[in-house]
């Protein structure tokens, strides 16, 4: 913003002391023909790095709106594909409440038990608190989290997965979960069991679906 501005209070320079050079040789062709005639030359040069200027800002502010718009449309993108503190996030093409649905379907088609569902904004609404749906659900399998938990104890604390569904303050609905490689590097458990965890990558995906 401050380059543009330096570029505009130079265009408005230049313009004027071109306006300026072309009144001079008006006034000297009414009476003071005596004196040194300003050249044609030098203010079709001053008019031309005026355009040129003018030019140039349009640009750059044509520029500048074009990179925040494409901010903008990729601002999703970035989310899901960027982890916060091990936390992916990506975007539904649904709503919350269809997204709890059509992930509690694909659990069931798959076999993974749903052991719990925490309404978060259920439990807020019954103690008179507004709050956006959010629901947090937990499966698993123990046949892959069992060996997770006998190679790292501390698995257990991430054990059964979770999947939380949200919505942000513009009414999309988001899908997070824990990176399986930010649990194998919180936990240190054998990377051959990673494949564990990994599940909750294909089924998040299919949930936004």
């Given at each position: ?12 320079t230049i313009?004027l ?11 000297l062709?009414?009476?003071?023909t005596?004196q040194p005639?300003?050249?044609v030359?030098?203010v079709a040069?001053?008019?031309?790095i ?6 140039m ?9 074009s ?13 899901a594909s ?5 936390i992916?996030?990506l975007?539904s ?8 649905e059509k992930?509690k ?11 719990a569902?925490?309404d978060h904004?259920?439990?807020a609404?019954?103690?008179g608190?507004?709050?956006?749906p ?16 006998l ?19 513009q009414g999309?609905?988001w ?8 649990l194998?590097?919180r ?6 069991l990673?494949?564990n965890?990994e ?5 998040a995906?299919?949930?936004?679906e």
């Amino acid at each position: 913003m401050v380059r543009n501005g330096t570029h505009r209070r130079g265009i408005v320079t230049i313009v004027l002391s071109a306006r300026n050079h072309v009144r001079l040789v008006r006034e000297l062709d009414q009476g003071l023909t005596a004196q040194p005639r300003p050249s044609v030359q030098a203010v079709a040069i001053a008019l031309f790095i005026a355009l040129l200027g003018l030019a140039m800002a349009i640009y750059l502010v044509a520029v500048q709106g074009s990179a925040g718009s494409t901010l903008g449309s990729n601002s999703e993108a970035v989310m899901a594909s960027t982890p916060i503190s091990g936390i992916v996030s990506l975007p539904s093409n649904h709503s919350a409440d269809q997204t709890v649905e059509k992930l509690k379907n694909i659990l069931q088609s798959k076999g993974v038990a749903l052991f719990a569902m925490v309404d978060h904004s259920g439990e807020a609404a019954k103690v008179g608190m507004k709050m956006r749906p959010t629901k947090l659900l937990i499966f698993g399998n123990p046949k892959a989290g069992t060996p997770l938990m006998l190679a790292a104890p501390s698995t257990a604390i991430d054990l059964p997965l979770k999947i939380l569904i949200w919505e942000d303050a513009q009414g999309k609905a988001w899908v997070s979960y824990n990176s399986p490689a930010y649990l194998q590097q919180r936990h240190q458990f054998p990377p051959d069991l990673l494949k564990n965890v990994e599940v909750v990558e294909m089924l998040a995906t299919k949930a936004v679906e």
